[in-house]
């Protein structure tokens, strides 16, 4: 499979939206500066060159008078008078026409200025200077903190939407912001909130802090809307569900085969139950002023899922270092606007004295450059599921997988035991399918698994298993029957093959339709799990080279006695050259 072939057609594309590119070194006003000094440049030698030529003209006149006397010398005077005119003329729609370029290029270019998030939407740029300026001012209502905010703003950034970028030349260990808890997005600030705080106490009874938050937020968003203390923040959040939690059964389509599918069902099947947990028809007859009557709407199992999305998206746990309530989940305005990147850029603190939350850079910043938060390491199918977008390099990229000794096996409480024993239990843990080699975690917990009952009571070869080492010829042959069918089963769940979407993504390189950034971003999952797959089922082939065809043959009788031919097709990699 060439890899790098297929990505430079989607990076093409465009594909990789939200990714977390990194915005230009060049400040977006040096840029327009350097473009004006090039203007005026050239204005100016357009100018210089005809008020040369003019004087030669001029010149050649005062011989001609001098030549033939008066007669000429009034020819020759209203000829340079038209002829001054005309120079002064063309002189002005040259400046002219070099500063209109100017006009257009700046505002062709204002997209990736800082300061303005989409450039041709004025309100867009109303809001967010609102934003920053309520961040700028004290707490909340009814805290006497303050907030602070250092040399970072809120803007455009290119191919990402909104980001934070520095304002000036940041150094390690700087103070970026500290806010206030009552500020952010907390169970503190719905305690403050009226009669809905009066209803916090019975949510505490049975909803978690996430649905709570949930609640707060649609209490502010929709049922206080601009009478809100956060309106300045809330007109910046997203108004859809960006997440897979959000897309279509047809969307979700896209994406069969993937995990994904699984744990946006599982998911959507929790939050259901934390909705349920909530009991708002009871919170509905005992606080109608905030859930009854024409608010009601504002809190059915639809908003929920939005309000759900955005707090798991934005929202971090501190640590508080208090025994009562170790960590805080919080939504900090602000900070929930940086964008991922897979380095860590800036580190957020519990400040217990002055209950406030402060950001610090973990790295220097230069002028205009983006500021980035590392949202942690996890697969792909996560970002896609939690965030709503894929990053363009993810190094925890990787497929994962389960294990289970069966339920059949007369060693299964030796194999368990054993497991459990060394970490490698798939009960507590899942394990991985990597782009290059293969998880040496996974391939120690296939070859417990495929002991024999000699190999499972001899320590040594527990140790060479745990190790990563072969434990016989017999025990390679059965793992690695194992482990190919695990990755068939996975390149079969898929609705299309590897070579399909390459055909599909070569067709749409000269196309103007694209397909929706769901479908996108659900083709670049699938296509990276394939990947994956493909190369871990190569990798698996020179990690256990066969020793003996007929060690090959008995392990496919006896773990795969149902399906041998298939087994042997495996073995024999047809299985896989079909996929790619």
């Given amino acids: 499979v060439s890899i790098m072939r297929e990505w430079s057609v989607l990076d093409h594309l465009g594909w990789f939206t939200n990714s977390g590119a990194v915005v230009g070194s060049a400040s977006p006003s040096a840029r327009r500066r350097r473009r004006r000094r090039r203007g005026e440049g050239r204005a100016r030698g357009r100018v210089f060159s005809f008020l040369f030529l003019f004087l030669c003209f001029c010149a050649r006149a005062r011989a001609l008078v001098d030549r033939h006397g008066a007669v000429m010398r009034a020819r020759c005077r209203a000829v340079v008078g038209v002829a001054a005119i005309v120079v002064v003329v063309f002189a002005s729609c040259v400046v002219a026409g070099e500063g209109g370029g100017e006009t257009h290029a700046s505002s062709s270019s204002s997209s990736s200025s800082f300061g303005t998030v989409f450039a041709e939407t004025s309100a867009m740029t109303r809001s967010i200077a609102a934003f920053e300026r309520w961040m700028r001012r004290g707490g909340a209502p009814a805290s006497t903190s303050t907030t602070f905010v250092g040399d970072v703003g809120v803007g455009v950034i290119p191919g990402l939407g909104r980001g934070l970028y520095a304002k000036k030349n940041i150094t390690k260990g700087a103070l970026l912001l500290e806010v206030p808890l009552e500020k952010c997005l907390s169970t ?8 809905f705080g009066e209803a916090l106490g019975e949510l505490e009874r049975g909803a978690t802090t996430h649905a709570m938050l949930a609640m707060h937020l649609l209490r502010q968003a929709y049922g206080l809307r601009g009478d809100s203390a956060y309106w300045p923040w809330l007109k910046l959040l997203p108004r859809e569900v960006d997440s897979t939690l959000g897309w279509t059964e047809k969307e979700l389509d896209e994406i069969e085969g993937s995990n994904l599918g699984a ?28 859930f009854g009557g024409k608010h009601a709407s504002y809190y059915t199992f639809e908003k929920f899922i939005w309000a759900m999305f955005v707090v798991w998206s934005r929202a ?3 640590s508080t270092g208090s025994e009562d309530a170790p960590t805080a989940r919080v939504v900090v305005p602000f900070l929930d606007m ?23 850079a973990a790295s220097n910043f230069t002028e205009n450059l983006e500021i980035r938060f590392n949202y942690d390491a996890k697969p792909s199918q996560y970002f896609l599921l939690q ?39 798939p009960k507590t843990r899942n394990f991985e399918w990597k782009p290059v080699g293969i998880d040496a975690d996974l391939l120690a917990a296939t070859r417990v698994i495929s002991m024999n009952e000699d190999e499972a009571n001899d320590p040594t070869s527990v140790m060479l298993a745990i190790a990563g080492a072969s434990v016989s010829a017999r025990n390679d042959a059965h793992t690695k029957a194992v482990l190919l069918k695990s990755i068939a089963s996975f ?6 093959t590897l070579k399909e979407d390459n055909v599909y993504v070569k067709a749409k390189a000269n196309s103007t339709n694209l397909p929706s950034k769901r479908k996108r971003f659900a083709l670049l999952l699938r296509m990276r799990e394939k990947i994956i797959l493909l190369s871990s089922a190569n990798a698996l082939f020179k990690e256990i080279p066969d020793e003996d065809s007929e060690l090959v043959i008995d392990s496919c009788r006896y773990a795969f006695y149902n399906e041998y031919d298939a087994c042997m097709a ?9 996929f790619e």
């Fill in 570 to 578: 495996r073995a024999r990699g047809e299985t896989f050259r079909k």
């Fill in 263 to 290: 744990f946006t069902s599982a998911v959507k099947a929790q939050w259901r139950a934390e909705y349920d947990a909530l009991n708002v028809t009871h919170l509905r007859r005992r606080y109608p002023d905030v």
């Fill in 188 to 195: 503190a600030s719905a305690r403050a909130d009226g009669t």
């Fill in 316 to 318: 971090i746990d501190l």
């Fill in 338 to 360: 940086a964008n991922h990147s897979p380095a860590t850029k800036l580190v957020p603190a519990w400040d217990a004295q002055k209950n406030a939350i402060k950001v610090y």
């Fill in 387 to 425: 965030y709503g977008f894929i990053p363009e390099n993810n190094p925890a990229e990787c497929v994962e997988v389960t294990l289970r000794v069966a339920d059949n096996d007369p060693l299964r409480e030796i194999k368990e035991t054993l497991l459990d024993k060394h970490g490698l239990n």
């Fill in 491 to 496: 390149l079969e769940g898929y609705g299309t």
